[in-house]
């Protein structure tokens, strides 16, 4: 290597900004196009977009959401310093698809619910539903804050614009179209970024891999280096990556986001019919699988690239996550507007995710604080302006805790350490309520919280033992023997504190981050089942059977102690919405007898195996 950083940040010209620009007007536009040439929007339209949409945009929407420049520049990092097993976790995908197709998203749709966590009121009791919107809110402002500043960091290095202005932009253009368009433009500019996304991405992969010496030169380095190796059937949870913790703790990280998050239930709300959200799920699943294969084998690219240069040890990057920005701009540079739509894929990325979780945000606080807490009674005209006034709120925050992600290292750890963190007591205390009939409130509210205990303890401290230098990553071996007339420097994340011997950390905090959801999810469950043994079983009689996953309703005859599932129960809501005759997204049944619960599951093809 002997170009430095700053001849190829050179390289960016005017006709790259031109493609980017070109790219965030575009996504502008359809806010403006929605917000004042469509129809005028009320609640439900700015929120779920009235029910309207159709399986393909909903479908990129997906993709796009949890796809974004965390993986584009996450993957390759984690590749190119780890090897090739993190590719392991994309066939966890396989079963979390169908999982949140028919076990899930079934019960969401027969409550029509605008916000998931309204499901916990329903099932259990209201301080559930506050709880579980509270961690969402926590959860996705931390997630967006990492997306924001991911990108921000790959302009940094391809253009030299500073990272914050590039937060800037991010933030306020996505605000824009958020704010103005509703749910519509969210889900119509995902499609327009996912696709941006892709062509980017497939394309400087493909041009890297030939300039190289094609595929088999790839593999042949990586394999060199030990970097092929996949399989790891080590059973030690402390090992960073094996097949234990990538099938397991991956299937968990994925359906915490795609079974429970408010994100993702909103676009399954958004479709006309049910069956069009399963398929938007299976399409998604293709989608999701060629993508994260695609950046896995970018990582390779990456290697066999820079196999006798390592970029980080010569100092021309200060973080691994820019390398495949500079492997950009090294391979791309050349020519006029690649690298721009290069950085309008890594910015389609952040937007399409920042855009649904400000969406999402709103929807949260307006139906679980506002209207289900301090104003009841809210106007629909009040509450499109309040949502979308919480729109900027968010974006704001959002904006504002990009300087805490800046602080968080490796951003595809972070990003599933957040999920452990918090995702997976949500996780938990859904599935406890959809599969366990007899769990109670009490039970579900404790192991909620000492889930979150735990996870919490677990991430931090594995964090602060980070910096204090007592847990150090294991990085595959690199090689300076080809660099040129570059000083070699030690990145700050490879060596310890000057002057500073690092005391012996807890076993506990050097556990794998893919197993933090495991221990999340799996404690709510223990311990909500235990609390409930000794404070007294749920009857089972006065559930509301459309709160059980469809799994439950399946299996009900060879379950122990479900005779008279929901005879007696009676949804005060839904009959006092019958009685004014109002039109809503709730469903209108006010009790169950046992044959009407025959019929409305058996009947159901969505509830048939």
Same mark, same amino acid.
């Not at 595929?215 to 060199?224: C, D, H, I, K, Q």
């Not at 579900?444 to 401290?461: D, E, P, Q, R």
């Not at 008279?564 to 169950?592: A, Q, R, V, W």
């Given at each position: 290597?002997?170009?430095?950083?700053?001849?190829l940040?050179?390289?960016?010209?005017? #006709?790259?900004?031109?493609?980017?620009?070109?790219?965030?007007?575009?996504?502008?536009?359809?806010?403006?196009?929605?917000?004042?040439?469509?129809?005028?929007?009320?609640?439900?339209?700015?929120?779920?977009?009235?029910k309207?949409?159709?399986?393909?945009?909903?479908?990129?929407?997906?993709?796009?959401?949890?796809?974004?420049?965390?993986?584009?520049?996450?993957?390759?990092?984690?590749?190119?310093?780890?090897?090739?097993?993190?590719?392991?976790?994309?066939?966890?995908?396989?079963?979390?698809?169908?999982?949140?197709?028919?076990l899930?998203?079934?019960?969401?749709?027969?409550?029509?619910?605008?916000?998931?966590?309204?499901?916990?009121?329903?099932?259990?009791?209201?301080?559930?539903?506050?709880?579980?919107?509270?961690?969402?809110?926590?959860?996705?402002?931390?997630?967006?804050?990492?997306?924001?500043?991911?990108?921000?960091?790959?302009?940094?290095?391809?253009?030299?614009?500073?990272?914050? #202005?590039?937060?800037?932009?991010?933030?306020?253009?996505?605000?824009?179209?958020?704010?103005?368009?509703?749910?519509?433009?969210?889900?119509?500019?995902?499609?327009?970024?996912?696709?941006?996304?892709?062509?980017?991405?497939?394309?400087?992969?493909?041009?890297?891999?030939?300039?190289?010496?094609?595929?088999?030169?790839?593999?042949?380095?990586?394999?060199?280096?030990?970097?092929?190796?996949?399989?790891?059937?080590?059973?030690?949870?402390?090992?960073?990556?094996?097949?234990?913790?990538?099938?397991?703790?991956?299937?968990?990280?994925?359906?915490?986001?795609?079974?429970?998050?408010?994100?993702?239930?909103?676009?399954?709300?958004?479709?006309?019919?049910?069956?069009?959200?399963?398929?938007?799920?299976?399409?998604?699943?293709?989608?999701?699988?060629?993508?994260?294969?695609?950046?896995?084998?970018?990582?390779?690219?990456?290697?066999?690239?820079?196999?006798?240069?390592?970029?980080?040890?010569?100092?021309?990057?200060?973080?691994?996550?820019?390398?495949?920005?500079l492997?950009?701009?090294?391979?791309?540079?050349?020519?006029?507007?690649?690298?721009?739509m290069?950085?309008?894929?890594?910015?389609?990325?952040?937007?399409?995710?920042?855009?649904?979780?400000?969406?999402?945000?709103?929807?949260?606080?307006?139906?679980?604080?506002?209207?289900?807490?301090?104003?009841?009674?809210?106007?629909?005209?009040?509450s499109?302006?309040?949502?979308?006034?919480?729109?900027?709120?968010?974006?704001?925050?959002?904006?504002?805790?990009v300087?805490?992600?800046?602080?968080?290292?490796n #951003?595809?750890?972070?990003?599933?350490?957040?999920?452990?963190?918090?995702?997976?007591?949500?996780?938990?205390?859904?599935?406890?309520?959809?599969?366990?009939?007899?769990?109670?409130?009490?039970?579900?509210?404790?192991?909620?919280?000492?889930?979150?205990?735990?996870?919490?303890?677990?991430?931090?401290?594995?964090?602060?033992?980070?910096?204090?230098?007592?847990?150090?990553?294991?990085?595959?071996?690199?090689?300076?023997?080809?660099?040129?007339?570059?000083?070699?420097?030690?990145?700050?994340?490879?060596?310890?504190?000057?002057g500073?011997?690092?005391?012996?950390?807890l076993a506990?905090?050097?556990?794998?981050?893919?197993?933090?959801?495991? #221990?999340?999810?799996?404690?709510v469950?223990?311990?909500?089942?235990?609390?409930?043994?000794?404070?007294?079983?749920?009857?089972?009689?006065?559930?509301?059977?459309?709160?059980?996953?469809?799994?439950?309703?399946?299996?009900?005859?060879w379950?122990?102690?479900?005779?008279?599932?929901?005879?007696?129960?009676?949804?005060?809501?839904?009959?006092?919405?019958?009685?004014?005759?109002?039109?809503?997204?709730g469903?209108?049944?006010?009790?169950?007898t046992?044959?009407?619960?025959?019929?409305?599951?058996?009947e159901?093809?969505?509830?048939?195996?």
């Amino acid at each position: 290597m002997t170009v430095s950083v700053t001849e190829l940040a050179d390289r960016f010209t005017w #006709i790259d900004y031109t493609v980017f620009g070109f790219m965030l007007a575009v996504s502008a536009g359809i806010g403006i196009f929605y917000g004042c040439f469509g129809k005028k929007q009320d609640t439900k339209d700015f929120l779920v977009a009235g029910k309207s949409m159709t399986t393909f945009p909903v479908a990129m929407s997906l993709i796009a959401s949890f796809m974004s420049a965390i993986t584009l520049l996450g993957i390759p990092s984690e590749v190119y310093q780890f090897g090739l097993s993190y590719s392991l976790c994309s066939f966890s995908y396989m079963l979390v698809m169908p999982a949140a197709a028919y076990l899930y998203l079934p019960v969401f749709h027969e409550l029509q619910v605008i916000s998931a966590y309204e499901y916990l009121e329903r099932r259990f009791h209201r301080a559930m539903r506050w709880l579980g919107s509270l961690l969402f809110i926590i959860q996705m402002t931390l997630y967006m804050a990492i997306v924001v500043y991911a990108p921000a960091l790959a302009l940094a290095q391809v253009t030299g614009f500073d990272v914050y #202005i590039s937060v800037s932009l991010i933030c306020f253009v996505c605000i824009f179209y958020t704010t103005l368009g509703g749910m519509k433009a969210v889900l119509w500019t995902d499609v327009f970024q996912t696709l941006i996304m892709y062509a980017s991405v497939t394309f400087v992969i493909i041009k890297g891999a030939h300039d190289v010496g094609g595929f088999s030169t790839v593999w042949a380095r990586n394999a060199e280096s030990g970097r092929t190796q996949v399989i790891n059937y080590d059973t030690d949870p402390t090992t960073r990556h094996t097949v234990w913790n990538l099938f397991i703790g991956g299937y968990l990280n994925w359906i915490t986001i795609y079974a429970v998050n408010q994100a993702q239930v909103q676009r399954y709300l958004s479709v006309q019919t049910r069956q069009m959200a399963i398929n938007a799920l299976w399409i998604n699943l293709v989608g999701l699988f060629v993508l994260t294969i695609t950046c896995c084998f970018g990582g390779m690219v990456v290697y066999a690239k820079y196999y006798d240069c390592d970029p980080v040890r010569a100092g021309v990057v200060t973080k691994a996550d820019q390398l495949f920005p500079l492997f950009v701009m090294d391979t791309l540079g050349q020519w006029k507007g690649l690298p721009g739509m290069f950085v309008a894929g890594i910015f389609a990325g952040a937007l399409s995710t920042i855009s649904s979780g400000l969406n999402a945000l709103a929807a949260i606080v307006l139906e679980d604080f506002v209207r289900s807490g301090c104003y009841p009674g809210i106007s629909d005209n009040a509450s499109t302006l309040v949502s979308r006034g919480l729109c900027i709120v968010f974006g704001l925050i959002t904006f504002a805790l990009v300087f805490v992600a800046e602080q968080l290292g490796n #951003i595809l750890s972070a990003t599933a350490t957040i999920f452990g963190i918090i995702g997976a007591p949500l996780l938990g205390v859904t599935t406890l309520g959809m599969f366990f009939p007899w769990a109670n409130a009490t039970g579900a509210f404790v192991g909620a919280i000492v889930s979150l205990i735990l996870t919490s303890w677990v991430g931090v401290g594995h964090q602060i033992a980070r910096f204090s230098g007592q847990i150090k990553l294991e990085v595959m071996p690199t090689s300076t023997d080809g660099c040129q007339n570059l000083t070699i420097a030690v990145p700050a994340f490879l060596h310890d504190s000057e002057g500073v011997e690092p005391g012996e950390v807890l076993a506990i905090y050097r556990l794998s981050y893919l197993w933090y959801s495991t #221990i999340g999810f799996f404690t709510v469950i223990i311990v909500g089942m235990l609390v409930t043994l000794v404070t007294g079983k749920q009857d089972v009689r006065v559930v509301d059977p459309r709160c059980l996953s469809p799994a439950v309703i399946w299996f009900k005859n060879w379950l122990p102690g479900l005779s008279g599932l929901g005879e007696d129960y009676i949804d005060e809501k839904d009959e006092l919405k019958e009685s004014k005759s109002s039109s809503s997204l709730g469903n209108t049944n006010p009790s169950f007898t046992p044959e009407i619960l025959e019929k409305t599951y058996s009947e159901n093809e969505n509830y048939k195996l």
